[in-house]
């Protein structure tokens, strides 16, 4: 099938394409300093929708965001997070296998404590130093009480029941 329109290119002559083998300096750009991408451009050789109409894709230049090699792309802002607190990470972690050591008659949930401790130094250090991670310290310190509060109630509980054990004595001595 052949295209309706035909094929126009721009008559730019301070733009040359680069080559494709024997540079002798590799590491010089081929693309003139003053040859800067500019949306739309040519206008004449894009067709509905600004893509090209053309055989060459590069006709119409490159796509937003991506510019010529060497030469940055369009200024979009780049929002890049702060990086997490190590701490905040560790508080989590510990407050987990504090959890799960629940399993342990209750008393591996102490671990739980040291990381909600963790968790709330971590907080002070992300206030001071602006780091990101907020989140996981703040589930770090839930999780962590949370842990600690039903190792203590276990603790109470294995307590208790050895004491109501030793009152009452054994059947066996009679």
Do not use: F
């Amino acid at each position: 099938m052949t295209d309706p329109q035909p094929s126009t290119y721009s008559s730019d002559s301070s733009w040359q394409a680069p080559s494709v083998g024997g540079d002798p300096n590799p590491t010089e750009p081929t693309i003139p300093q003053e040859t800067v991408y500019q949306p739309g451009y040519p206008a004449e050789s894009s067709g509905s929708a600004g893509y090209p109409t053309s055989g060459n894709p590069s006709a119409a230049g490159p796509p937003p965001g991506v510019g010529y090699p060497g030469y940055p792309g369009a200024a979009y802002p780049v929002v890049v997070p702060p990086q997490a607190n190590g701490m905040s990470i560790a508080a989590l972690v510990v407050s987990i296998v504090g959890m799960l050591g629940i399993c342990a008659y209750g008393l591996g949930g102490y671990l739980g404590i040291v990381g909600a401790i963790l968790g709330h130094i971590s907080r002070k250090q992300i206030r001071e130093r602006g780091e990101g991670g907020d989140g996981l310290a703040l589930a770090g310190i839930i999780v962590g009480w949370i842990a600690g509060g039903i190792a203590i109630l276990a603790t109470i509980a294995i307590i208790v029941i050895i004491v109501i054990s030793v009152k009452q004595g054994s059947s066996y001595d009679s």
